[in-house]
């Protein structure tokens, strides 16, 4: 099992960045595919970006790419979120969530751990 732990939200301005970190608990951090999503209100649970357990390999969603980035340090167990280029709407809750596979998932479904979220609010 692994507990995950994110930080690093706040409020900020449009065009401004924000880096989320995500803290993991547990020996065996390397072994899982981890995913960040996030859930505006009334919204459901969307894909964000996933990295691969080597890390080598990332995938994000259309609306973040160019502008958030992946990645992790697997000697630190955390995973992180670098988000620059902020709109007012990437405001939303944001999730960390890990899952023991070799593949890159886009489903929250297919996650079975999940942080507690952390907000991120985007002024215009």
């Known amino acids: 099992q692994v507990q995950l732990v994110e930080s690093g939200g706040g409020l900020v301005q449009a065009g401004g960045s924000l880096r989320l970190s995500c803290a993991a608990s547990?020996?065996?951090?390397?072994?899982?595919?981890m995913g960040w999503f996030r859930q505006a209100p009334g919204k459901e649970r969307e894909f964000v970006a996933t990295?691969?357990?080597?890390?080598?390999?990332?995938a994000y969603a259309d609306s973040v790419k160019g502008r958030f980035t992946i990645s992790r340090d697997d000697a630190k167990n955390t995973v992180w979120l670098q988000m620059n280029s902020l709109k007012p709407e990437d405001t939303a809750v944001y999730y960390c969530?890990?899952?023991?596979?070799?593949?890159?998932?886009?489903?929250?479904?297919?996650?079975?751990?999940w942080g507690q979220g952390t907000q991120v609010t985007v002024s215009s």
């Open positions: 969530a890990a899952e023991s596979t070799a593949f890159l998932l886009r489903n929250p479904a297919q996650y079975d751990y």
């Open positions: 547990g020996r065996t951090f390397s072994s899982y595919t």
């Open positions: 990295i691969s357990r080597s890390g080598r390999v990332t």
